[in-house]
């Protein structure tokens, strides 16, 4: 083996060095990037240096931890920005429902010291619907939440399917590659790119197969991506409740299985679900339970008195009926309609359950607790938690229905009437009588929520629900940050480029480089010295 | 450990914006003053003010209703010290008209005088507050109290009712009294009224005297009725039962009172004697029924012991009436002073419901301050930081 080959063959290890420093310098700051280091061996053809390989220091392990961490991550902080709203809603102001509450009830104080008084009356109603538009603007934004989450949640389906594809279709080319014993770090960088990418969307397990291919599934080991097909997820309206956003799962048959929002734990897909099953719509109960609860009451003590005109009173609050919705499989031909009874001490912030089954007849559930609720059945009329159900048509064994008496209830609520005079402050025809103004005003202090809750004390326990949840996703997410800061650092130890190291890097080459090229400017001078011989 | 190029910026980054959140959020505390803006800055002591706040409202509530029953209760004790000064010249008319010396003009002229203390008392029986509702009318505020009936007598247009408010958590007041309380009412320690039937006799009476309250039928009244016996003379009949002979000048002994007649009865004459409270007692009726026996010439003995016996039961009801005020003017006192005393608990209450919120949500200036001074000098550490670390780079030097 002549000097100048040897000399060659470390021109040629040093040029690939270089070049691998040059790729590792210029991509320092790109996302997905991992070091590259080019492995010096001997040259198994004699004497001389070879590159034997360039390799990705890459750690599976490391990775798999970073990604599962960067999906409980991004759960909580989509749930943080979702109920960080909830919590700027509640914020205390001039326009927080505790005030307008009791500006309604000093209103009605006011009146009951002179209840002839109609501009007291006027003022009464004016408190009325200030409280009432600002619930209902309360509801609405919920409620517009509620639909913004299912939209997101349609949004971030297609964004799977689209990083499933891509991991499917980088599968193909790398098990190509691998086949043909040229493996790209490149693609092999952007394919976990993409799982980092899914791993914020939602929570995956990733296994590698033999030729290289990942397999991706989800927590309940349905598979995403399987060699060179990926699986769509898709949305669906729920079977049982109309107003919300499901996953359904299509395999390879065909069949179309519905996920369990239970299936989506972390990524921003888990986050939006466990908002909207926890936060969301808990704080849309207690709205929605507050509404309820002042316009039975209100309405109750109206139709027990007299107005200003000598007229029995009528109905000051409205709020819609309770929405009642059939599952989609129900086979029997039942509809359920609900209304509230006057008294509504036992309905409780939650949705419930109606079933039929052939043994039993008709049960209740609660949603929430899952406890069974005490419901009687009379000639068509279900009653129970303060409502009364009217039932027309025949259910079949395995029959449900969804109630949902006040996830709805506060964006329905108004003030039916703008005079003062229809107020029933008496139970006279005296128009000074304040007797019934004064029960009116007991309802601020009576336990009318839930019969065991004042208004403001299930205002007080919305605060502080929404402010614990807020407060405590904040700390969870903080804990997770730090958790992924730490990963991501170790991860970057040993795959990371540092720019000082490739400065020394392409130094050190550089000598080499010009250390070879010496070696073949010596061996071409043993040469000239021979051929000058002749 | 290996530090990557990225990592190094992150991390000198991600801890310059952790810095400058937090130095926002100081500062935001300075400037608002306030701890607790959203729940989530602290749910427990949100949740807390939100009660504190319930209870601040309340508690304003109750000393809106305090003011307002103030005023009414103030009106009305000017108004009750009105009537009573009234009733009192009243009853020295009455005195002077119990002059036997008076002449039917003299007499004339005092029923005059009693026309306008009359007049005078059906106004402020009609008094309003200055929303133009009437005092003492109960619930029917729009219509005035008295009004007169066909016959000229006043009739109660109100009702029984009594406006009340809540004044304390606990505690609830009427913020007035109706006029059948004042005007219509004895309270329940007068005593006994006697009155003289519609006689052609000269008997006149003087008590009743409350002599034996343990009688067994102390507290009943009784009806004398005179009538002729078979030999002429007269005698009366105790409650319908056998009549006994009547000397002038007896005094009768009946259940625990003593009553003393003098005088000629004719058949048909009659006494009553009642408890004040079940004879329909009236301050309007009893100045109007004297007014116009004043008003009638006394000519014969009947006549005069008609006014005597008027004279007599009048002072009495008067002297009730006159109770009845004083009654309720004490009353109206006593919830004015209740009133006062709730007031300084209720400023005390909600001293400390202020102090309360504001160690719930209010920020500490002290602590936010030097939060806020220490912040900005770690924001400015951390700013430093970056610039130098990102200067420090092995290029620098090739």
């Given at each position: 083996?002549s000097?100048i080959?040897i000399?060659?063959?470390?021109?040629?290890?040093?040029?690939?060095a270089l070049s691998?420093?040059?790729?590792n310098?210029?991509?320092?700051y790109?996302?997905?990037y991992?070091?590259?280091?080019?492995?010096f061996s001997?040259?198994t053809s004699?004497s001389?240096?070879?590159i034997?390989?360039v390799?990705?220091q890459y750690n599976q392990?490391?990775?798999?931890?970073?990604?599962s961490?960067?999906s409980?991550e991004?759960?909580l902080s989509?749930?943080q920005t979702?109920?960080?709203?909830?919590?700027?809603l509640l914020a205390?102001?001039?326009a927080?429902l505790?005030?307008?509450m009791?500006?309604?009830?000093?209103?009605?104080q006011?009146l009951?010291?002179?209840?002839s008084?109609t501009?007291?009356?006027?003022?009464?109603i004016?408190a009325a619907?200030?409280l009432t538009?600002?619930?209902?603007q309360?509801?609405?934004?919920?409620?517009d939440?509620a639909?913004?989450?299912?939209?997101?949640?349609?949004?971030?389906v297609?964004?799977?399917?689209?990083?499933?594809e891509q991991i499917?279709g980088l599968?193909?080319?790398?098990?190509?590659?691998?086949?043909l014993?040229?493996?790209s770090?490149?693609?092999l960088?952007q394919?976990d790119?993409?799982?980092?990418?899914?791993?914020?969307?939602?929570?995956?397990?990733?296994?590698?197969?033999d030729?290289?291919?990942?397999?991706?599934?989800?927590?309940?080991?349905?598979?995403l991506?399987?060699g060179?097909s990926s699986?769509d997820?898709?949305?669906?309206?729920?079977?049982s409740?109309?107003t919300?956003?499901?996953v359904?799962?299509?395999d390879a048959?065909g069949?179309t299985?519905?996920?369990?929002?239970?299936?989506f734990?972390g990524g921003?897909?888990?986050g939006?679900?466990?908002f909207?099953?926890?936060?969301?719509s808990?704080a849309?109960n207690q709205?929605g339970i507050l509404?309820?609860s002042?316009t039975q009451?209100f309405n109750?003590?109206?139709a027990?008195?007299?107005d200003l005109n000598?007229?029995?009173?009528?109905a000051?609050?409205?709020?819609d009926?309770p929405s009642?919705?059939?599952?989609?499989?129900?086979t029997?031909?039942?509809t359920?309609?609900a209304t509230f009874?006057d008294?509504?001490?036992?309905?409780?912030?939650t949705?419930?359950t109606?079933?039929?089954?052939d043994?039993d007849?008709?049960?209740?559930?609660r949603n929430?607790?899952?406890?069974?609720?005490?419901?009687a059945?009379d000639?068509?009329?279900?009653t129970?938690?303060?409502?009364?159900v009217?039932i027309s048509?025949?259910?079949d064994?395995?029959?449900?229905?969804l109630?949902?008496?006040?996830r709805?209830?506060?964006?329905?609520?108004?003030?039916?009437?703008s005079?003062?005079?229809?107020?029933?402050a008496?139970?006279?025809t005296?128009s000074?009588d304040?007797?019934n103004a004064?029960a009116?005003?007991?309802?601020?202090?009576?336990s009318?929520v839930g019969g065991?809750?004042?208004l403001s004390?299930?205002?007080?326990?919305?605060?502080?629900?929404?402010?614990?949840t807020?407060?405590?996703?904040?700390?969870?997410?903080?804990?997770q940050?730090s958790?992924t800061?730490q990963?991501?650092?170790?991860q970057?130890?040993?795959?990371?480029v540092n720019?000082?190291?490739?400065?020394?890097?392409?130094i050190?080459?550089?000598?080499y480089?010009?250390?070879?090229?010496k070696?073949v400017e010596?061996g071409t001078?043993l040469?000239?010295?021979i051929?000058?011989?002749? | 450990?290996?530090?990557?190029?990225a990592?190094?910026?992150n991390q000198?980054?991600?801890?310059?914006l952790?810095q400058?959140s937090?130095?926002q959020?100081?500062a935001?505390q300075?400037?608002?003053g306030?701890r607790?803006v959203?729940?989530s800055?602290?749910?427990l002591?949100?949740?807390q003010?939100v009660n504190?706040r319930?209870a601040?409202?309340?508690n304003?509530?109750y000393?809106?209703?305090?003011?307002s029953?103030?005023?009414?209760?103030?009106?009305?004790?000017s108004?009750l010290?009105?009537?009573n000064d009234?009733i009192?010249?009243?009853?020295?008319?009455i005195?002077q008209?119990?002059?036997g010396?008076?002449?039917?003009?003299d007499?004339?002229?005092?029923?005059?005088s009693l026309?306008?203390v009359y007049?005078?008392?059906?106004?402020?029986a009609?008094?309003?507050?200055?929303n133009g509702?009437?005092?003492?009318s109960g619930?029917?505020?729009?219509?005035p109290?008295?009004?007169a009936?066909a016959d000229?007598n006043?009739?109660y247009?109100?009702?029984?009712?009594?406006?009340?408010?809540?004044?304390s958590?606990?505690?609830s007041m009427a913020?007035?009294?109706?006029?059948?309380?004042i005007?219509?009412s004895v309270s329940?320690s007068?005593?006994?009224?006697?009155?003289?039937g519609d006689?052609?006799?000269?008997?006149?009476?003087?008590g009743?005297?409350?002599?034996?309250?343990?009688d067994?039928?102390y507290?009943t009244g009784f009806?004398?009725?005179?009538?002729?016996?078979?030999?002429g003379?007269?005698?009366?009949?105790l409650?319908?039962?056998?009549?006994v002979?009547y000397?002038s000048?007896?005094t009768?002994?009946?259940?625990?009172?003593s009553?003393t007649?003098?005088?000629?009865p004719?058949?048909?004459?009659?006494?009553?004697?009642?408890?004040?409270?079940?004879?329909?007692p009236?301050l309007?009726a009893?100045?109007?029924n004297l007014?116009?026996v004043l008003?009638t010439?006394?000519e014969?003995d009947?006549?005069?012991?008609?006014?005597?016996?008027t004279?007599?039961t009048?002072?009495?009801?008067l002297?009730?009436a006159?109770?009845?005020?004083?009654?309720?003017?004490?009353?109206?006192?006593?919830?004015?002073?209740?009133?006062?005393v709730l007031d300084?608990i209720?400023?005390?209450?909600?001293?400390?419901y202020?102090?309360?919120l504001s160690?719930?949500v209010d920020?500490?200036y002290?602590?936010?301050?030097?939060q806020?001074t220490s912040?900005?000098?770690a924001?400015?550490?951390?700013?430093?930081?970056f610039v130098s670390?990102?200067?420090m780079?092995l290029?620098?030097y090739?």
């Amino acid at each position: 083996m002549s000097i100048i080959s040897i000399g060659v063959s470390g021109l040629t290890a040093a040029q690939i060095a270089l070049s691998t420093s040059s790729s590792n310098t210029t991509n320092a700051y790109t996302a997905g990037y991992t070091l590259q280091v080019a492995n010096f061996s001997e040259s198994t053809s004699g004497s001389g240096v070879q590159i034997s390989s360039v390799d990705r220091q890459y750690n599976q392990f490391v990775t798999t931890q970073l990604n599962s961490s960067i999906s409980a991550e991004s759960a909580l902080s989509t749930y943080q920005t979702e109920v960080d709203q909830i919590d700027s809603l509640l914020a205390d102001g001039d326009a927080s429902l505790d005030t307008l509450m009791q500006s309604f009830f000093s209103a009605l104080q006011t009146l009951t010291s002179d209840a002839s008084d109609t501009a007291a009356r006027e003022e009464v109603i004016g408190a009325a619907q200030t409280l009432t538009s600002q619930f209902t603007q309360l509801g609405s934004y919920l409620d517009d939440m509620a639909n913004d989450v299912n939209s997101q949640i349609d949004d971030q389906v297609s964004q799977v399917n689209d990083l499933t594809e891509q991991i499917a279709g980088l599968n193909k080319k790398i098990s190509l590659s691998d086949a043909l014993g040229s493996t790209s770090n490149a693609l092999l960088d952007q394919r976990d790119l993409l799982v980092s990418q899914l791993s914020e969307l939602v929570d995956v397990d990733v296994t590698t197969q033999d030729n290289g291919s990942y397999t991706v599934s989800l927590s309940n080991g349905l598979a995403l991506v399987s060699g060179n097909s990926s699986f769509d997820l898709q949305t669906a309206v729920s079977a049982s409740d109309p107003t919300q956003t499901v996953v359904t799962y299509a395999d390879a048959a065909g069949h179309t299985t519905t996920l369990d929002d239970s299936v989506f734990e972390g990524g921003s897909l888990g986050g939006l679900m466990d908002f909207r099953d926890n936060s969301l719509s808990d704080a849309q109960n207690q709205l929605g339970i507050l509404a309820v609860s002042l316009t039975q009451a209100f309405n109750t003590l109206q139709a027990s008195g007299i107005d200003l005109n000598g007229d029995t009173g009528t109905a000051l609050f409205s709020v819609d009926d309770p929405s009642v919705y059939g599952n989609t499989s129900n086979t029997g031909d039942a509809t359920l309609s609900a209304t509230f009874s006057d008294d509504v001490s036992a309905l409780a912030a939650t949705d419930y359950t109606v079933s039929y089954s052939d043994s039993d007849g008709y049960s209740v559930t609660r949603n929430d607790t899952g406890a069974s609720v005490t419901s009687a059945y009379d000639s068509g009329t279900l009653t129970f938690a303060g409502m009364s159900v009217a039932i027309s048509g025949t259910a079949d064994d395995g029959d449900s229905f969804l109630v949902l008496p006040t996830r709805n209830a506060a964006s329905s609520f108004t003030t039916l009437t703008s005079d003062g005079s229809l107020i029933a402050a008496g139970t006279s025809t005296g128009s000074s009588d304040n007797s019934n103004a004064l029960a009116m005003l007991n309802l601020q202090t009576d336990s009318i929520v839930g019969g065991s809750k004042t208004l403001s004390q299930t205002y007080s326990a919305l605060v502080s629900d929404v402010g614990s949840t807020a407060s405590k996703v904040a700390g969870q997410l903080e804990t997770q940050t730090s958790l992924t800061e730490q990963l991501t650092t170790l991860q970057q130890s040993e795959s990371g480029v540092n720019l000082d190291e490739e400065a020394a890097n392409l130094i050190v080459y550089q000598q080499y480089y010009q250390a070879c090229a010496k070696v073949v400017e010596v061996g071409t001078s043993l040469l000239d010295t021979i051929l000058d011989i002749n | 450990m290996r530090l990557s190029s990225a990592t190094i910026y992150n991390q000198s980054l991600t801890s310059m914006l952790a810095q400058e959140s937090a130095y926002q959020t100081a500062a935001q505390q300075v400037a608002s003053g306030t701890r607790v803006v959203t729940p989530s800055d602290d749910s427990l002591a949100a949740a807390q003010a939100v009660n504190v706040r319930q209870a601040i409202a309340a508690n304003e509530q109750y000393a809106d209703a305090r003011s307002s029953i103030s005023t009414s209760l103030s009106q009305e004790e000017s108004t009750l010290d009105s009537i009573n000064d009234a009733i009192t010249s009243a009853r020295s008319l009455i005195v002077q008209a119990n002059n036997g010396t008076l002449s039917d003009a003299d007499r004339e002229s005092i029923a005059t005088s009693l026309q306008g203390v009359y007049d005078t008392l059906v106004t402020l029986a009609n008094a309003t507050d200055s929303n133009g509702n009437y005092l003492f009318s109960g619930y029917q505020s729009q219509s005035p109290a008295f009004a007169a009936d066909a016959d000229g007598n006043m009739v109660y247009q109100g009702d029984s009712n009594v406006v009340t408010q809540l004044v304390s958590s606990t505690q609830s007041m009427a913020s007035g009294d109706t006029g059948a309380t004042i005007f219509q009412s004895v309270s329940s320690s007068a005593g006994f009224i006697a009155e003289a039937g519609d006689n052609s006799g000269s008997v006149t009476f003087s008590g009743p005297t409350i002599t034996d309250t343990t009688d067994a039928n102390y507290g009943t009244g009784f009806s004398l009725t005179f009538s002729t016996a078979a030999d002429g003379t007269a005698q009366y009949s105790l409650d319908g039962a056998t009549p006994v002979a009547y000397t002038s000048g007896d005094t009768l002994q009946v259940n625990g009172l003593s009553l003393t007649l003098s005088g000629t009865p004719v058949d048909g004459d009659s006494i009553n004697v009642s408890k004040a409270a079940d004879a329909d007692p009236d301050l309007f009726a009893t100045l109007k029924n004297l007014i116009s026996v004043l008003q009638t010439p006394v000519e014969t003995d009947a006549d005069k012991a008609n006014l005597n016996n008027t004279l007599s039961t009048a002072s009495r009801q008067l002297s009730n009436a006159q109770d009845t005020v004083l009654t309720v003017q004490t009353s109206v006192g006593s919830r004015l002073n209740q009133l006062d005393v709730l007031d300084t608990i209720g400023d005390d209450l909600a001293l400390s419901y202020t102090e309360r919120l504001s160690g719930l949500v209010d920020a500490d200036y002290t602590e936010s301050v030097t939060q806020y001074t220490s912040l900005q000098v770690a924001l400015q550490a951390a700013q430093q930081t970056f610039v130098s670390i990102q200067k420090m780079s092995l290029f620098e030097y090739i």
